[in-house]
Nanobody
Framework: QVQLVESGGGLVQAGGSLRLSCAAS????????MGWFRQAPGKEREFVAG????????DYGDSVKGRFTVASDIPKNTVYLQMNNLKPEDTAVYYC???????????????WGQGTQVTVSS
């Protein structure tokens, strides 16, 4: 079993930057893939970014390519989402997830954090 805790959300102006962290504990993550999803009120949960726990196989949703980067820090058991040039449309609750098959579907991920709110003002 894996426990995930997100942090780093907050309020930021359009064009600004924010860095989210996901601290993992429990079973070793060497065979896992990690993903970031987001969900705005009234909308479906959306894939943002993903990577293997070891740092490879990085993938990004179309709406964030070129602005967001994802990385893992194995000694700290932490995965990060660096968000640059934020837009109001990025406003959502952001969730960290762990799964066993790389992909953009929620169904590939069995462990989820509680979420952290990101609000981008115009």
């Amino acid at each position: 079993q894996v426990q995930l805790v997100e942090s780093g959300g907050g309020l930021v102006q359009a064009g600004g930057s924010l860095r989210l962290s996901c601290a993992a504990s429990g079973r070793t993550l060497s065979s896992y893939v990690m993903g970031w999803f987001r969900q705005a009120p009234g909308k479906e949960r959306e894939f943002v970014a993903g990577l293997s726990w070891t740092g490879g196989n990085k993938d990004y949703g179309d709406s964030v390519k070129g602005r967001f980067t994802v990385a893992s820090d194995i000694p700290k058991n932490t995965v990060y989402l660096q968000m640059n040039n934020l837009k109001p449309e990025d406003t959502a609750v952001y969730y960290c997830a762990a799964g066993w098959v790389a992909g953009r579907s929620e169904g590939y991920y069995g462990y989820w954090g509680q979420g952290t709110q990101v609000t981008v003002s115009s």
